[in-house]
């Protein structure tokens, strides 16, 4: 009798600093294990050795940045049984949403010397934008065992339990003092996806919402509370405008509710 197939895992990279796929690599006790139960067929990162689809389960990184990315986006969902998003940048847009809120054109020609021949949307989208997406992985870079967990889970069968909670949860588990309460700080944990183990607040300093939205936000409470710790305006427009800035934007408060709290979208001119 010949053993049953493995089933095949495919990891991709769309625009990304390739942070997330280094934290599979990390992974190297847990990563063994796993390819003895299934076969890695498409890594650039960790082998030039590639195998066509299809694809049981397919890890992509980044966001979708240019022309290509978008016949390559849709040419791994036809072949992959499950896509699972990882990072920032393919559950946000990442950092380089940034070009969202201002002119991609202008973007280009102050970073190349000749941006002619650079090809580019003139907006960085998340993966799921784009195609179906059955989970996505937040983080900037992921967590590795939220990883191992999501890897595992598909290899059994089942939903991976990731929470969706705030780091404020992960910060009370570790014991670790509340930094707005009782130094003043400035944190966004109330707001952000747990995933990093407080890590920020563990050495005293604020989240700064790196894991992007949790699963329940209060965008109104919030910013009073960021200003309450010294922060002006401008820099809660900083704070909330980095590696999420598509999923945080979306959750700003309403138009009527930025002419009470001050707080204008990047499209506005902020």
Known sequence: MTAPA?????????????????TLLDCEDELLPLADEMEIAHFV????????GPYDLSLVEGSVSTPDHLERIRRIRAESRYLVTIGACA????????????????????VYAQPD?????????PISAHVPVDFELRGCPIDRGQLIEVITAFLAGRRP???????CFACKRRGIPCLPVTRGIPCLGPVTHAGCGALCPAYG????????PSGSTNM??????????GMSDDDILRLLHTFNVNDFTAIEPAAEEEVETGIRRPSEGS
């Open 161 to 167: 339990d990731i929470p969706n909670h705030s780091v």
């Open 117 to 125: 021949y650079i090809e580019a949307l003139a907006t960085s989208t």
């Open 45 to 52: 990162e960790a082998s030039s050795a590639i195998r066509p």
């Open 220 to 229: 109104p409470a919030m910013i009073p509370l960021l200003r309450s710790d």
């Open 6 to 22: 493995r089933p095949r895992l495919g990891v991709f990279k769309f625009a990304s600093c390739d942070g997330c796929q280094l």
């Open 91 to 110: 559950t946000a847009g990442g950092v380089q949403a940034l070009r969202n809120y201002a002119d991609a054109a202008e973007f280009r020609a102050a």
């Open 205 to 212: 300093r604020g989240c700064y919402g790196c894991f992007g």
